[in-house]
């Protein structure tokens, strides 16, 4: 069992399933030539894992795992797969709690909207705008912009990891009266009309990382958000990804008519983020791996649980990985993107 390669994103797997999954794979370190996972900073090669079955295991866990301690003693879900960043001082006010485990994805969330182009025509319309997001997770970011940055919205948000939908459905779609819809769809083929968002929302989805170069999924995500949105509506857009990716990025959005507004480099307050977050992180992280009884097997379980730790940590971006050091040296950037499709333009 390969838990990097061989899980199914329309799953849900119950934590009595993992518990299994997770063992399987640790018995199959006997047979393991060499490991996939390096174990001096979490990375892992592109081609040894398959990014759905990567989440179809992170959301499992993620609610398998139920309400853990942060470094403060707050109890919380990890809801927010996102890395995030410290709120710029050049946005205003921040809008999140020093004490708040899950601040940093907030800010990340928050701050799609801090342009001032998006606040004024959020404010010509009263507020009510639709946004469609491209890869929600578990829709705890859109259940924020609905309840705190955006309270007259409506939000669809999707997400091909069944499981993640599952969580969204689970803990923010009932309370907010028919307001959000998650639907566990590929986003480039979901069944949404034309020209029908006011804003289409990109928060660290897992496209645009092929170092220099944009692929032919990376296009056809573009495209889509392109053939959503209303003429005058906007691409609201954050990640971390290779810095030698946006330009290409970039261009192509321009070569089918959008215009790039804004681009905001936030790279310092995501390394400031990752570093103020490690604690959490690191009690998380040890929290999930004695969770699962399989890492107790003499040996192998041990072995495997060095390379689920730093895997995990990586995935975070914590401090000592390979992808917190792409931040620091800048091969990776963290920037925040405003893209309108200009008004008189057609889906």
């Keep these: ?46 081609d040894d894992y398959d990014k759905q079955s990567l989440y179809s295991l992170l959301y499992a866990l993620y609610r398998s795992v139920g309400n853990v301690p942060s470094e403060t003693g707050a109890s919380y879900e990890f809801t927010f797969n996102t890395w995030g960043c410290a709120w710029p001082k050049t946005w205003g006010p921040c809008p999140t709690q020093a004490n708040d485990p899950q601040r940093f994805g907030k800010n990340a969330y928050a701050g799609l909207y801090q342009f ?14 639709h946004v ?24 669809e948000a999707l997400d091909m990891q069944y499981a993640a939908i599952q969580t969204a459905r689970r803990k ?29 929302a990109v928060n660290e989805t897992h496209v645009t990382e092929m170092p220099g170069v944009i692929t032919d999924e990376d296009r056809r995500f573009f495209k889509t958000a392109q053939r959503m949105l209303k003429p005058g509506g906007h ?9 030698a990716t946006w330009k290409p ?16 480099d936030v790279t310092k307050e995501a390394v400031q983020a990752r570093d103020e977050d490690k604690k959490r992180i690191d009690i998380f992280v040890d929290h999930c791996l004695r969770t699962f009884h399989g890492f107790k097997i003499p040996y192998y379980g041990a072995k495997r649980r060095v390379e689920a730790e730093i895997a995990l940590k990586n995935f975070a971006r914590n401090p000592g990985t390979r992808l917190y050091d792409n931040m620091v040296d800048g091969t990776d ?15």
């Excluded at 001032?116 to 705008?129: I, L, N, T």
């Design 1 to 46: 069992m390969d838990v990097l390669t061989a899980l199914d994103r329309k799953a849900d797997y119950s934590k009595t399933q993992l518990q299994f999954i997770l063992a399987a794979w640790i018995a199959s370190t006997a047979f393991e030539k060499k490991s996939k996972i390096s174990t001096t900073d979490g990375d892992v090669s592109e």
């Design 116 to 129: 001032a182009e998006v606040k004024d025509y959020v404010a010509a319309r009263k507020g009510k705008v």
């Design 172 to 200: 923010h779609v009932p309370g907010l009266g028919g307001r959000l819809v998650a639907t566990c769809v590929d986003a480039t083929k979901a069944d949404i009309k034309d020209s029908v968002a006011d804003f289409v």
């Design 132 to 155: 469609v997001e491209m890869g929600c997770g578990t829709g705890a970011g859109a259940n924020y912009v609905c309840t705190t940055v955006l309270p007259e919205c409506t939000y």
């Design 249 to 264: 990025c970039f261009d192509y959005l321009e070569s089918i008519g959008m215009k790039v507004r804004e681009v905001r």
């Design 235 to 243: 691409i609201v857009w954050g990640n971390a990804i290779p810095e």
């Design 333 to 347: 950037t963290y920037k925040v993107v405003l893209v309108e499709k200009p008004a008189g333009a057609s889906a």
